[in-house]
């Protein structure tokens, strides 16, 4: 079975330049997560998805950052402009759940590094 | 509020020693708890899971414990080999996605 797939595996984009991380959740999934984790911070969630709808965007640091769900097999992570502190490396992951999205197992992709310079 | 600790943020074991990866936690609501961990250039993945109304779990070679007295979990390596040497999550999740603790660094020597 194929995993979580995440493009590109690694980016590295000028400063003001638009950043897009693009991912495709396992079949059959119905909640998708956007995580960041950066050594100062760890994992943190950005925003996630239950049945392509966004449920909580809370994570999401600013304007400048923006996700969509367009269909049940992918999603995409804009950065707009970009800046130097926006390095790090972006997670998706997805996960099959009933009612909600607790309490049931998160499959990672391997992740989009971005460095903006 | 929410949110997942640990206590040591390295831990070097010698290969075939048991290890031990603690976690706190300060959310009562939790109803399920898991373990990942993380190699390398790659993503978490998933080892175990315990649920509230559970004390202990057994997986292959790894066990996780929660005493929910004093909200803490702990993973324990039984037999811990050089491929174990990774970081590891706990995480928390109740009724908002998982909660990641900043994660502890298991070297093993060999």
């Known amino acids: 079975d194929a995993g979580v797939i995440q493009s590109p595996r690694h980016e590295v984009t000028e400063m003001g330049q638009e950043v897009t991380l693009r991912c495709k959740p396992i079949?059959?999934?119905?909640?998708l997560f956007w995580y960041r984790q950066t050594m100062m911070r760890g994992l943190e969630l950005l925003i996630y998805f239950n049945n392509n709808v966004p449920i909580d965007d809370s994570g999401m640091p600013e304007d400048r950052f923006s996700a969509k769900m367009p269909n049940a097999s992918f999603s995409t992570l804009k950065i707009q402009p970009s800046e130097p502190r926006d390095s790090a490396v972006y997670f998706c992951a997805s996960s099959l759940v009933g009612r909600g999205p607790s309490g049931n197992t998160i499959y990672f992709g391997e992740g989009s590094w971005l460095t903006v310079v | 509020g929410e949110s997942v600790g640990l206590h040591l943020p390295t831990l070097s074991v010698q290969e075939g020693d048991n290890s031990i990866i603690n976690c706190a936690y300060s959310?009562?609501?939790?109803?399920?708890f898991i373990w990942y961990k993380q190699e390398s250039g790659k993503g978490p993945q998933f080892i175990i899971d315990?649920?509230?109304?559970?004390d202990k779990r057994q997986g292959q070679r790894v066990t996780v414990l929660l005493n929910k007295t004093v909200k803490h979990l702990s993973l324990q390596i039984a037999a811990t080999q050089p491929g174990d040497s990774a970081v590891y999550f706990c995480?928390?999740?109740?009724?908002?996605?998982?909660?990641f603790g900043k994660g502890t660094r298991l070297s093993v020597i060999a």
């Open positions: 959310n009562s609501a939790s109803d399920y």
């Open positions: 995480a928390r999740s109740g009724n908002t996605p998982l909660v």
């Open positions: 315990i649920r509230s109304n559970m």
């Open positions: 079949s059959g999934h119905n909640s």
